[in-house]
Nanobody, 122 residues
């Protein structure tokens, strides 16, 4: 069982940056692939990025490649999403998630956080 709590959301101007954090409970955090998703009002949830258990491999959606960076600190049980060059269309609730035993490119996750709101003003 893994519990996830996101933080770091807020209001930012277009072109700005923001770093989201996701703190995980449980001793086996380092065993999980971690991912970030987002959901804008009226839209389906969208995959953004994933990182392997060791942090050595990452995978990004084309929509955020080059602007967002996922990283993790297993000693702190935390995964991050550094977002730069933000656009109004990045406005959404951002979720972190954890999965075990599937490929890095799988969109199927087992545990989810409650989400944090990111609003990008134009």
């Amino acid at each position: 069982q893994v519990q996830l709590v996101e933080s770091g959301g807020g209001l930012v101007q277009a072109g700005g940056s923001l770093r989201l954090s996701c703190a995980a409970s449980g001793r086996t955090f380092s065993s999980y692939v971690m991912g970030w998703f987002r959901q804008a009002p009226g839209k389906e949830r969208e995959f953004l990025a994933a990182i392997s258990w060791s942090g050595s491999s990452t995978y990004y959606a084309d929509s955020v490649k080059g602007r967002f960076t996922i990283s993790r600190d297993n000693a702190k049980n935390t995964v991050y999403l550094q977002m730069s060059s933000l656009k109004p269309e990045d406005t959404a609730v951002y979720y972190c998630a954890a999965q075990w035993g599937r490929a890095l490119r799988s969109y199927e996750y087992d545990y989810w956080g409650q989400g944090t709101q990111v609003t990008v003003s134009s």
